[in-house]
């Protein structure tokens, strides 16, 4: 059996071969469908690494876990990939790769760049679907990269959610082979996906979606494509909608990396694509129909006014006869839309609805349910770790919801206003965290994994940069899964998530003698992100929750009800008001100072006068800690604490970090989880970039070290300006940490060129 095999050499019997992937994409090079060339490196090559190397055994005994628990799957999965990275391939399958890596090259007349791309097939069940279980390889180019890309596919088929999804499907481990496909790169200036027929109804339209640069955006949701509608029959366009676009996904020519830059200006709401295209597209859809038998939902780019097809497979979706025969008619484009909001956090998930309107209803949230509530709380949590996907009414961007559900992973669509009232108790809907909406039923691509999202920033190299690029942690569960970023500590743990779980209020511990309990409860979360962090640093901010958080919760009767919890009671004013609670907090980071965590800094939320800074710190100092050996910073949230920032510097403290998220709203009067404003926040309003901008240059003219935790951290723009104007480090959520180094190490090399240039 073949090592290696050329693209054009298979077809779709070749599935035991080169996977459900690597077969229709030679199917479609037979058929005279344009695709891009390559080769593949076949599931026998795989099995033959596996087997002449004898670690098959101890690599399939080592999978036996527990898949319901997450730390056994974790550890399965990092010994699992441990065993196939670590283990040398025979020297044989090395030399075929390269070799035909290198064939490739003089094909295409220079190095090319390639996707390396995951195609995995079951021996038994060769239809088997494991698509987006595996992982993809962007822009790799020479003949070590190639073949390292080709390691890390076979290693990625033991991938946490690889081994979990087989094991909820009944597959067994050792009877599922990966093909590895190694394909020219296409570097669209357009791309998107489209459908031969209507994916809901069958009817025979071609439904394009487009957008401006690669693929990477449209297929997870990450921007709003234009989107055509054809009618087969008649070869006409019958719709067009245009949308606003942007952002877009580019390759740097030089390295070769994905880099996400905003639409420029012109493009923004332009056209995507000519008639000419859209027809020659639909010619595509209706010739690979034919062939298949069967509507197909492909994937599709431009490069040159040359039209490349990346991908088709059968639309899953067509089986609705009923509505086969009578069209809702107020369908948009080829998807009804239920309610739309603010695209929380990317990923597409199908499932049933569970309306959520108390705790007495969590438990109706089964695995992969839509979780539809007014707004999530964080007693919440552990149903919305089984959700597929949450739906609220209310929020912004920034709200409980949004950075819970990037934590989790977990795609999210918020501010919806109206979806308890609009969904239906029990209805099949699917919920894009990327474009923000809520479609009836299941439509196609619905089981595409929100780590797509991911994927575009999860370059396989990671740059080094003078500007520390940190992670924010809300959940301790989250701390390996943020450790593995590589980032350079953690810019902020959010303790109230932490402690609103426990699912009492601090008051309540306080009232009830059970304060050891607590601290012990506080030591055990933070310990876990602290230790897979160390010696990196982690900034512990202490309780920030509005009093109506805890209305919930045990003890919560005694919560004040307050007009605008958002200006009230919260952050270092319940600190310094209730110091009983403050001192727990102060004794809990002592102890984790005392067993060797030396890496636990302090962070106070909400500041608004040096007193404050003040006080907090004479309060740690009679709790006994060092203030010598800890780091004792705040956060800029509110202008008063900014332009006010130098008497902050001359109290003494070791750092500050910009909340921009409360910075924004206060700054601007704009609530941010007022889904009614939701359009009025930005946090590049120029008062808000003037007073970071002030803070910063004060701390740096002192030596205090200057960060930023909110969730404009995360955003490309953004952490350019704040490298430009110098700031230390930049916190950014877990998923975007990638992507954020990425545009940090551009950033700083380019000032450096610019300075060179000066000179
Ligand atoms: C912020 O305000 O930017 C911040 C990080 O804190 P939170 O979102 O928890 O209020
Ligand atoms: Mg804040």
Redesign the pocket.
């Known amino acids: 059996m073949a090592t290696v095999v050329w693209l054009e050499e298979v077809g779709k019997d070749d599935i035991p071969v080169v996977g459900g992937k690597g077969a229709s994409l030679g199917e479609m090079i037979n058929i005279g469908v344009p695709v891009p060339g390559g080769f593949a490196v076949t599931a026998q090559a795989f099995r033959d690494f596996l087997d002449r190397s004898g670690i098959a055994t101890k690599l399939f005994e080592s999978l036996d876990v527990d898949v319901n628990n997450n730390k056994e799957l974790a550890r399965a999965e990092a010994e699992a990939k441990e065993i196939v990275l670590s283990t040398r391939v025979p020297v044989d399958i090395e030399k075929a790769v390269k070799s035909r890596y290198q064939e490739l090259c003089e094909r295409e007349g220079e190095e090319v760049f390639v996707a390396v791309r995951s195609s995995a097939t079951a021996e038994d069940l060769p239809d088997a679907s494991f698509a987006g279980q595996q992982e993809t390889f962007l822009n790799v180019r020479g003949a070590d990269a190639v073949f390292e890309a080709v390691r890390k596919c076979w290693a990625s088929l033991y991938g946490a959610r690889a081994i979990f999804y087989r094991v909820e499907q009944g597959f067994e481990h050792d009877k599922v082979n990966l093909s590895a496909i190694v394909q020219k790169m296409v570097d669209s200036e357009k791309s998107g996906v489209m459908f031969s027929s209507h994916p809901s109804t069958g009817e025979p339209q071609v439904i394009i979606e487009g957008a401006w640069g690669l693929g990477e955006m449209v297929v997870s949701g990450s921007v709003s494509p234009d989107n055509y509608v054809v009618d087969r029959a008649r070869k006409e366009i019958i719709d067009r909608r245009i949308a606003i676009k942007e952002i877009m996904a580019v390759r740097d020519l030089k390295t070769g990396d994905t880099v996400i830059n905003p639409v420029p200006k012109d493009r923004k709401e332009a056209v995507v694509l000519k008639d000419s295209e859209i027809l020659s597209l639909t010619n595509y859809a209706e010739v690979l129909e034919k062939h298949y038998g069967i509507p197909q939902d492909i994937e599709w780019g431009i490069e040159d006014n040359k039209i490349y097809i990346l991908q088709s497979r059968p639309i899953t979706t067509i089986n609705n006869k009923k509505a086969a025969r009578k069209p809702a008619s107020s369908e948009v484009g080829d998807k009804k839309v239920l309610v739309s909001g603010l695209g929380a956090s990317p990923g597409v998930a199908t499932g049933a609805v569970r309306i959520v309107t108390g705790t007495r209803d969590l438990d109706k949230v089964t695995k992969g349910d839509i979780m539809v509530t007014v707004m999530t709380m964080p007693d919440m949590v552990p149903a919305m770790r089984r959700a597929g996907a949450i739906v609220t009414d209310e929020g912004g961007m920034?709200c409980h919801a949004a950075?819970v559900s990037r934590e989790l992973g977990c795609p999210a669509v918020v501010g919806t206003k109206n979806a308890t009232k609009v969904l239906k108790e029990g209805e099949m809907v699917t919920a894009d965290g990327g474009r923000g909406k809520v479609y009836q039923g299941a439509v196609a691509r619905a089981a595409a994994p929100a780590a797509a999202a991911v994927a575009v920033g999860a370059a396989p190299y990671r740059p080094i940069t003078a500007t520390e690029v940190k992670v924010?942690v809300s959940m301790p569960e989250a701390a390996e899964q943020a450790a593995a970023t590589g980032a350079d500590g953690v810019g902020?743990l959010?303790l109230e998530h932490l402690i609103l779980g426990l699912g009492k209020t601090p008051s309540y511990f306080i009232k009830n003698g059970l304060t050891e309990e607590y601290v012990e409860e506080l030591v055990k979360g933070i310990r876990v992100v602290a230790d897979a962090f160390y010696p990196r640093p982690v900034w512990v901010r202490t309780l920030?929750a509005p009093t109506d958080e805890f209305r919930g919760m045990e003890g919560g009767d005694d919560e004040p009800f307050e007009h605008n919890p958002m200006l009230g009671w919260r952050g270092i004013r319940r600190d310094l008001t209730d110091t009983d609670h403050f001192r727990l907090e102060i004794s809990a980071f002592k102890r984790l100072h005392e067993a060797g965590l030396t890496n636990v800094g302090i962070m106070l939320?909400l500041v608004q006068h040096v007193s404050e800074l003040r006080k907090a710190k004479e309060i740690m100092v009679e709790e006994g800690l060092d203030l010598e050996t800890i780091d004792v910073g705040i956060?800029v949230?509110t202008p008063g604490a900014a332009l006010t920032i130098e008497e902050f510097i001359e109290e003494g403290l070791d750092f500050v970090s910009?909340?921009?998220?409360?910075?924004t709203q206060y700054t601007l009067a704009v609530d941010r989880n007022n889904e009614n404003v939701a359009k009025l926040y930005t946090e590049l309003h120029p008062a808000v970039l003037k007073l970071i901008e002030y803070v910063v240059e004060e701390c740096r003219e002192a030596g205090v070290k200057t960060s930023i935790?909110?969730?404009a951290g995360s955003y490309p723009e953004m952490a350019k300006r704040l490298v430009e104007i110098g700031i230390t480090s930049i916190s950014a959520n877990i998923d975007a940490v990638a992507v954020v180094r990425e545009t940090v190490a551009r950033s700083e090399l380019k000032m450096m060129l610019d300075a060179l240039r000066e000179r």
């Open positions: 920034t950075i924010n902020l959010r920030d939320p956060m949230e910009f909340g921009t998220n409360d910075l935790c909110g969730q």
